[in-house]
């Protein structure tokens, strides 16, 4: 019963390399969304997906880019790291048909950013 | 855009004991849900309770219940019979009809022996 995975836990990237955070939920869900955490705050909302091939911006977008081929995977790239991009990543799934429902988001464990 | 408040960054509270965790959103929409997470210091985010706009009846899981107020935007968390193990970060999240999430910066519980 894996849920959401996330890949890698942890990484520390230089100033200027660029990444891909792996995420996949094996429920399903036709909802995906990656967040990050900024130490002591909330999440913040940077991209989500309503389905395969879908995608669209949150709140916090500049510096991101992220794909949906499949239902099942939704990975997160960072082209120029910066220092302001270290952060908690969570990718979270959830499922909403027309009539919406009360489906909460499910959350992967997080990966812990260091741009340096 | 919506918008979700929670005012109290730090709470504490005695073993067995009650507290309230506050929360209050900003909407013009009628119908969406509300929810509490908890997140322990391992980051995992933990559904704690939900709650639909629409049921006026506050919801309730074992030890964890809301008192959600629709007129006044407000949905507060009530733990009782606190444990140590409920010692965490409390987010309140909005779901829109957009099916977006929106959550407040969270209010750390301290629970003491």
């Known amino acids: 019963n894996a849920g959401v995975t996330q890949t890698p836990k942890f990484r520390i990237l230089k100033i200027g390399q660029s990444m891909t955070l792996q995420c996949a939920q094996d429920?399903?869900?036709?909802?995906m969304y990656w967040y990050r955490q900024d130490p002591g705050m909330g999440l913040k909302l940077i991209y989500y997906?309503?389905?395969?091939?879908?995608?669209d911006k949150g709140e916090v977008p500049n510096g991101y880019n992220v794909s949906r081929s499949t239902t099942e995977d939704f990975p997160l790239r960072l082209e120029l790291a910066a220092p302001s991009q270290t952060s908690v990543y969570f990718c979270?799934?959830?499922?909403?048909?027309?009539?919406?429902?009360?489906?909460?988001?499910?959350f992967g464990d997080g990966t812990r950013l260091s741009i340096l | 855009a919506q918008t979700v408040t929670q005012s109290q960054p730090e709470m504490s509270v005695q073993e067995a004991e009650t507290v309230t965790l506050s929360c209050t959103y900003d909407?013009?929409?009628?119908?969406?849900?509300l929810f509490w997470y908890k997140q322990p210091p391992s980051r995992q985010m933990i559904l704690v309770i939900r709650q639909e706009a629409y049921k006026q009846q506050n919801a309730t899981e074992n030890r964890f219940s809301v008192n959600f107020q629709k007129a006044a935007k407000s949905f507060s968390l009530k733990i009782s019979d606190s444990q140590l193990g409920d010692a965490a970060m409390y987010f309140c999240?909005?779901?829109?009809?957009?099916?977006?999430?929106?959550f407040g910066t969270g209010t750390s519980l301290t629970v003491i022996p």
């Open positions: 429920m399903n869900h036709n909802y």
């Open positions: 997906s309503v389905g395969a091939g879908i995608t």
């Open positions: 909407t013009s929409e009628s119908d969406y849900y």
């Open positions: 999240a909005y779901r829109s009809t957009g099916n977006q999430f929106y």
């Open positions: 979270a799934s959830s499922y909403s048909n027309y009539q919406g429902g009360n489906q909460p988001q499910h």
